[in-house]
């Protein structure tokens, strides 16, 4: 039987379509990539000084967070999803958080809390990211975790903190990366909830206010193999403008690498924040305004140096950082826990308070060089100055001691094992900071599905 010449060529496009397909899914599966990372995370904070001295916050969870990253679909337009989800368990924690049983171990800020101020027993989070890439331009929408100079996803509990928003990140300029996007939401890395965006002294309380633009652009530039100038700028609409300029170089200096790390920060206040009626005062940023005044305006100009030496294992480090202007150190913050991109931003602090000068000195040596591979340890220690209170200057210090290990090879390669101690003490009233001993044991792996 001879085919109708309609038949044939329905059934060839059929067929050509569904090829065509196949080839364009092909990078879509292909390049597909899922992980499933455990955390298992116990803190102790024992405040040392306050009202309810003495008191400690106590939280041991299991966190676990399934990590799905498609490829691209080929073509001249790629297309591909990303998706996470997360879980955490709690498997102890501290009393009610109210201060009711009398200053003994009460939760801490790991878990979200129930009607009556006690941890849940567990929470969890769904994000999708859908992605389109064109030459080496990147578009992303939906569930963010960046890491930028002007806004830091923070990951220093259980779970991470995530963004909602757009990103677009271009590298088709050889040496040069731009970026740039605007974030609309955030959910903290203790909470199940999108919250809108704030800062330090409007994201708390009846009358906190909040935005839901921030909008963000940025470029890196590899001058050299050695050398990298970045240049930042992130807003907050109606509550800061901020400008950062960077600067990474290192260079070999005998047998070791000398390097180099310059930022300055530029905040403005915008909008609502820049007005001086109520209205702005309700928008207002955490600062000293002289006399009894601690809100209003952002105005703060942040310089740092970081310089470290690394030679057969050792790390050794000295860094200075300064502020100026009437307000603390604008950044994104909903009160459930915010990360800086700033060298001072440390376990327990980030010392970026009006007028602040601090010291820094750090030191790490990685015992590979003994023989003893996956095995590091670190100490940080930091002293502020000249911070600017209504009782006058105000000072504080921090010391950081990490010791990790990290499995290097075997079947239970990658499996890590932390312990973080810090101690923080300072003159500022106890309302407003306490004194701290904390410990941290961290335990992690990461486990490769696909």
């Given at each position: 039987?001879?085919?109708?010449?309609?038949?044939?060529?329905?059934?060839?496009?059929?067929l050509n379509l569904s090829l065509i397909a196949a080839t364009q899914a092909a990078g879509f599966v292909e390049d597909s990539k899922a992980t499933l990372s455990l955390r298992n995370f116990y803190i102790n904070t024992d405040n040392r000084n306050g009202t309810a001295n003495p008191s400690r916050v106590m939280d041991w969870g299991q966190g676990f967070m399934l990590n799905y990253q498609s490829g691209f679909t080929q073509g001249t337009v790629g297309f591909g999803v990303d998706a996470v989800g997360m879980l955490g368990l709690r498997l102890d924690s501290g009393g009610k958080a109210t201060g009711a049983n009398g200053g003994s171990v009460q939760n801490g800020s790991m878990f979200p809390r129930d009607t009556d101020n006690s941890a849940v027993d567990e929470f969890s989070s769904l994000g999708a990211t859908a992605k389109m890439k064109?030459?080496?331009?990147e578009f992303r929408y939906g569930t963010l975790m960046p890491k930028l100079p002007v806004v830091v996803s923070n990951d220093g509990r259980l779970l991470p903190q995530t963004y909602q928003g757009a990103q677009v990140t271009s590298k088709d300029i050889k040496n040069l990366t731009l970026t740039g996007g605007q974030l609309q939401s955030a959910k903290n890395r203790n909470s199940t909830d999108q919250d809108q965006l704030s800062i330090a002294g409007s994201n708390s309380g009846a009358t906190a206010r909040d935005s839901n633009k921030f909008n963000f652009i940025g470029a890196d530039y590899k001058v050299t193999k050695d050398l990298t100038l970045q240049y930042y700028f992130g807003q907050l609409e109606d509550f800061y403008n901020q400008h950062f300029l960077g600067l990474v170089h290192s260079t070999k200096l005998g047998d070791g690498t000398f390097k180099t790390d310059l930022r300055y920060f530029n905040s403005k206040g915008d909008g609502n924040?820049?007005?001086?009626d109520t209205q702005g005062a309700l928008y207002g940023s955490t600062g000293y305004y002289g006399g009894t005044r601690t809100r209003g305006e952002v105005d703060n100009r942040l310089y740092s140096g970081l310089f470290t030496y690394s030679i057969y294992g050792h790390t050794l480090g000295l860094g200075y950082q300064s502020t100026s202007g009437d307000s603390n150190f604008p950044y994104l913050n909903e009160a459930g826990g915010a990360s800086t991109y700033t060298i001072t931003d440390i376990q327990v602090n980030n010392f970026t308070r009006a007028g602040e000068d601090t010291w820094q000195a750090r030191y790490s040596?990685?015992?590979?060089?003994?023989?003893?591979?996956?095995?590091?340890?670190?100490?940080i220690y930091q002293r502020g100055d000249n911070i600017r209170t209504a009782a006058g200057?105000?000072?504080?210090?921090?010391r950081d001691l990490t010791v990790s290990y990290v499995i290097p090879e075997g079947q239970l390669k990658g499996l890590g094992l932390t312990w973080r101690n810090a101690m923080y003490r300072t003159d500022l009233a106890a309302a407003?900071?306490?004194?701290?001993?904390?410990?941290?044991?961290?335990?992690?792996?990461?486990?490769?599905l696909l």
């Amino acid at each position: 039987m001879v085919k109708k010449p309609l038949v044939v060529a329905v059934s060839a496009a059929c067929l050509n379509l569904s090829l065509i397909a196949a080839t364009q899914a092909a990078g879509f599966v292909e390049d597909s990539k899922a992980t499933l990372s455990l955390r298992n995370f116990y803190i102790n904070t024992d405040n040392r000084n306050g009202t309810a001295n003495p008191s400690r916050v106590m939280d041991w969870g299991q966190g676990f967070m399934l990590n799905y990253q498609s490829g691209f679909t080929q073509g001249t337009v790629g297309f591909g999803v990303d998706a996470v989800g997360m879980l955490g368990l709690r498997l102890d924690s501290g009393g009610k958080a109210t201060g009711a049983n009398g200053g003994s171990v009460q939760n801490g800020s790991m878990f979200p809390r129930d009607t009556d101020n006690s941890a849940v027993d567990e929470f969890s989070s769904l994000g999708a990211t859908a992605k389109m890439k064109i030459s080496e331009t990147e578009f992303r929408y939906g569930t963010l975790m960046p890491k930028l100079p002007v806004v830091v996803s923070n990951d220093g509990r259980l779970l991470p903190q995530t963004y909602q928003g757009a990103q677009v990140t271009s590298k088709d300029i050889k040496n040069l990366t731009l970026t740039g996007g605007q974030l609309q939401s955030a959910k903290n890395r203790n909470s199940t909830d999108q919250d809108q965006l704030s800062i330090a002294g409007s994201n708390s309380g009846a009358t906190a206010r909040d935005s839901n633009k921030f909008n963000f652009i940025g470029a890196d530039y590899k001058v050299t193999k050695d050398l990298t100038l970045q240049y930042y700028f992130g807003q907050l609409e109606d509550f800061y403008n901020q400008h950062f300029l960077g600067l990474v170089h290192s260079t070999k200096l005998g047998d070791g690498t000398f390097k180099t790390d310059l930022r300055y920060f530029n905040s403005k206040g915008d909008g609502n924040n820049k007005d001086a009626d109520t209205q702005g005062a309700l928008y207002g940023s955490t600062g000293y305004y002289g006399g009894t005044r601690t809100r209003g305006e952002v105005d703060n100009r942040l310089y740092s140096g970081l310089f470290t030496y690394s030679i057969y294992g050792h790390t050794l480090g000295l860094g200075y950082q300064s502020t100026s202007g009437d307000s603390n150190f604008p950044y994104l913050n909903e009160a459930g826990g915010a990360s800086t991109y700033t060298i001072t931003d440390i376990q327990v602090n980030n010392f970026t308070r009006a007028g602040e000068d601090t010291w820094q000195a750090r030191y790490s040596y990685d015992f590979a060089q003994l023989g003893a591979k996956g095995l590091t340890a670190g100490v940080i220690y930091q002293r502020g100055d000249n911070i600017r209170t209504a009782a006058g200057d105000a000072k504080e210090w921090e010391r950081d001691l990490t010791v990790s290990y990290v499995i290097p090879e075997g079947q239970l390669k990658g499996l890590g094992l932390t312990w973080r101690n810090a101690m923080y003490r300072t003159d500022l009233a106890a309302a407003s900071q306490r004194d701290v001993d904390e410990n941290r044991l961290i335990l992690s792996y990461t486990l490769p599905l696909l």
